[in-house]
């Protein structure tokens, strides 16, 4: 077997911690066990501090092979290096590449990364992330080269800190695919369609995730109220996917919060009327997306925007423009493909709502079923 191809077997996108009282820690490790879905040799971990507004300092940091707890098997452990050094400073707005690591992973194995911040550390490059493949802890102390995370120090988070990418030393005919979009990407269904790839034995696709809970295609917040809701299209696309190294393809599932999201200042000081897209200025953003991937080499299906009714700023005038959008993406021509992931959730008697369970209860996120569902729609052709 022969490993002659860097591809990104894990990635987050990078956005902005929740402001809280609490925005620093020190002496804390942050583990996360990260299932690789292809054998290598080599891997390398990308750090980001896009969003900090100071410079922040990683200790140290280790890879390990693990189980899907965290438990490192001991031998394996391994030191991350920058240019030979064990700690770096990641300056704010940038990001960083560590050195190679050898390391042998099979295929469908876990690793387990973990980072040591032992001094004041601003806690603000972050993306809130779950599903079933998406869990990390945080444990006092430096407990990189530990091979058991001692309960009585230790939490779960699905808050991923810093790291945002990690590239495999792989096969040549290996490709990673990216699924790109808001809080509907940031949940589950990317995590079920690796899943699915194990189970059907598709062994050449990554499933990388590049998604942000509340971002929105044409507008960002730039208030503490909403600043975790992350960056515009604009600021976050062609840097989140021109990084994902063996892409073939991206997967768009974004706009939902243009148009959920604006009521008024007279309701809300932040969220103003002049902030609704029209149809067509919502397309017009969707089609910068295909235009940037593209010039990148990647081919662009773009996912159907799902049910609204019952979410809490519904009226017909959204579900509407929601429709407008929707047509366009499952005829327009600028797409290589539509993934109708509205069609594999909602109620074929009432199209605007979730069918039974598949409602997580708010009446915009699909339950779990429902993210296996919106996994099962997408086409083989991307898989294989």
């Not at 920058?82 to 190679?100: H, M, P, R």
């Not at 599903?131 to 808050?159: D, I, V």
């Not at 079923?369 to 898989?383: C, G, H, R």
């Amino acid at each position: 077997m022969e490993f002659t191809k860097w591809v990104s077997a894990w990635s987050n996108a990078t956005s902005i911690l929740t402001r809280q009282v609490e925005n620093y820690t020190k002496d804390l490790t942050l583990r996360y066990p990260m299932k690789i879905v292809f054998s290598g040799s080599k891997l390398k971990f990308t750090f980001s501090n896009y969003c900090g507004s100071e410079a922040v300092t990683i200790t140290g940091a280790t890879v390990a092979l693990s189980d899907e707890k965290g438990n490192l098997e001991e031998n394996t452990i391994k030191d991350i290096t920058f240019e030979g050094s064990k700690s770096v400073t990641i300056e704010k707005g940038t990001e960083l590449k560590s050195d190679a690591i050898d390391i042998e992973v099979k295929a469908n194995s876990y690793i387990s990364l973990s980072i040591y911040l032992g001094d004041f550390t601003e806690t603000r490059s972050s993306v809130l992330v779950t599903g079933p493949l998406s869990k990390g802890y945080y444990c006092l102390g430096n407990q990189t080269r530990s091979k058991t995370l001692p309960a009585e120090k230790t939490k779960y988070t699905n808050w991923f800190y810093f790291i945002n990418n990690v590239e495999i030393l792989t096969e040549e005919n290996n490709n990673s695919l990216i699924c790109y979009g808001d809080s509907i990407t940031a949940q589950s269904w990317p995590d079920y369609l690796t899943e699915r790839c194990i189970d059907k034995g598709y062994k050449n696709t990554s499933i990388v995730r590049r998604a942000v809970c509340g971002t929105r295609v044409l507008r960002q917040y730039d208030c503490i109220q909403y600043d975790s809701y992350g960056l515009k299209g604009s600021n976050r696309f062609e840097r989140e996917i021109s990084t994902v190294s063996g892409a073939k393809a991206v997967i768009i599932q974004h706009g939902i919060n243009d148009i959920i999201h604006p009521v008024g200042i007279e309701n809300n000081i932040f969220r103003p009327w002049s902030d609704l897209p029209t149809a067509n200025e919502l397309i017009d953003g969707l089609k910068s997306y295909i235009e940037t991937a593209k010039k990148l080499g990647l081919k662009v299906y773009g996912g159907t925007l799902i049910p609204i009714e019952g979410w809490r700023t519904y009226a017909d005038f959204r579900e509407e423009l929601k429709n407008q959008v929707n047509d366009w993406i499952r005829t327009t021509k600028d797409l290589d493909g539509c993934i109708d992931f509205d069609k594999a959730v909602r109620d074929e008697n009432r199209p605007s709502s979730f069918r039974e369970g598949f409602d997580s209860g708010d009446h915009l996120h699909p339950s779990e079923i429902a993210y296996k569902a919106m996994a099962d729609a997408v086409p083989e052709i991307l898989l294989k």
